[in-house]
């Protein structure tokens, strides 16, 4: 299934059409835009993305309605297929505002929306250059054309559990510190207050993680664990952008990547650079 809605929508008032083509991390850090859109009046928010992380967004109240950049209508459009755009416009109505976090070197996507919405069009790769001098989140807050702005904080979403979650992975090894510094943690904190929190990735690895364990399904479920956790220790990481951003006790581990660009941001959460363990 291509589309998936959150609740009924009514075409007319389908206007914010948002596209992030990125891992879990960054699109964490596009959420801003997406909360700011729904306090605009833009109160149905189509988003473009994988099936996976729509579901998690769906789930979060960040849009009404996902479209999978891999098929149907959310490809087509991101391929500028015209025969897409006109299914679009039949379905949703003609948005008002476009936001695209995706790759566009010749201007190919900017220059299709451009012709065909009458409201503002933004497209940016979701990651700064080297000319950039700050945090990405607040880059793309920018290139959305948000300068006149605050950033919005993130949401307050922690139900204050007893577990501690140790995430000993990422999306890349060489962001990882060695499994015995988690090993290390749990130990310190004792099988009762804490559990490792295993993904694909990890499992994959068949590192001997002991009992006991969390494994997420899925982002939704994903969500849920790190709500009613005590908090997270991570890397840098999809899952730890997540876990701030919902408001839970984070720590993140930066050992090749900068905090200062790429750093958890939420109400309880530290970003922190260590080069060794």
Known sequence: MTCRRG????????????IHRGALGDLVLFFPLLTRAASLGMTQRILVTSSSHGRLCLHLGLCEVVLDYENGLGYGLCACQEAAWIGYVERFGVPKRVVAALSDQEETFYRFMRSRVEGDVRVFFPRPDAAFKGHVADYMW????????AIPESCDLWKQGKTFLLHPGSGSSKKNYPPELFLALRQRWGQDRSAFLLGPIEREAAFPWSAPTIEPKNLVELAEELKKSAGLISHDSGVAHLSAWLGVPTVAFHKTTDPAIWGVRGKRAVAFSATSY
Do not use: I, K
Not at 7 to 18: G, I, V
Not at 142 to 149: L, P
């Open 142 to 149: 920018q290139r959305a054309g948000m300068t006149m702005e």
């Open 7 to 18: 609740r009924n929508l009514n075409p007319d008032m389908a206007r914010a059409l948002f």
